[in-house]
Antibody, heavy 119, light 111 residues
């Protein structure tokens, strides 16, 4: 069965960096685009980033552009989110999600990892 | 700035029918926005329900259906069950610089 397991969350000071990972299993990871989505405490969902199945196309929300980098290692079935210059407003649960088949649809989600940006 | 708007909250009786909508400040929502719908219960990750306007995932209960209604994407629940009480989010694809945008969510209460 499809499993997505995020890790790497924690507490970081403003201006700091963190790298999130999403370990995928139960499907051919290298054939599917992936997304990162976040949810601030008590708030709604916010789309963060997208990466094509082969890593050639990457898109970002304006709120993270220039600070976050999405990447993947298809040999390790792992998705990453490198987060730099973190701000208090980046505090959220970060979810990875798999596309269904054409990038426009999300089907499976991980359980999320909490990132807290605080001094 | 493009905003995707959903009803903040709705209440429905068990066994009843309710329709949640998803509007775009950019104009009418069409199938080209590939509307997705997700359900999220407290403390849980979101769960996908509907993709590309009206298509159900293999796990989506039959009582959930998606459509376009009056220039908006819509999610209709028929024969609502107590376990349907949750937050529901729509997601629209804009492409270009916007890419994907979530609606603010609808808190559905079954009472």
């Amino acid at each position: 069965q499809v499993q997505l397991v995020e890790s790497g969350g924690g507490v970081v000071q403003p201006g700091g960096s963190l790298r999130l990972s999403c370990a995928a299993s139960g499907f051919t990871f290298s054939s599917y685009a992936m997304h990162w989505v976040r949810q601030a405490p008590g708030k709604g969902l916010e789309w963060v980033a997208f990466i094509r199945y082969d890593g050639r196309n990457k898109y970002y929300a304006d709120s993270v552009k220039g600070r976050f980098t999405i990447s993947r290692d298809n040999s390790k079935n792992t998705l990453y989110l490198q987060m730099n210059s973190l701000r208090a407003e980046d505090t959220a649960v970060y979810y990875c999600a798999k596309e269904l088949y054409s990038g426009y649809e999300l089907d499976y989600w991980g359980q999320g990892t909490l990132v807290t940006v605080s001094s | 700035q493009t905003v995707v708007t959903q009803e903040p909250s709705l209440t429905v009786s068990p066994g009843g029918t309710v329709t949640l909508t998803c509007a775009s400040s950019a104009g009418a929502v069409t199938s080209g926005y590939y509307p997705n719908w997700f359900q999220q219960k407290p403390g849980q990750a979101p769960r996908a329900l509907i993709y590309s306007t009206s298509n159900k995932h293999s796990w989506t209960p039959a009582r959930f259906s998606g459509s376009l209604l009056g220039g908006k994407a819509a999610l209709t629940l028929s024969g609502v069950q107590p376990e349907d009480e949750a937050e529901y989010y729509c997601l629209l694809y804009y492409g270009g610089a916007l890419n994907w945008v979530f609606g603010g969510g609808t808190k559905l209460t079954v009472l």
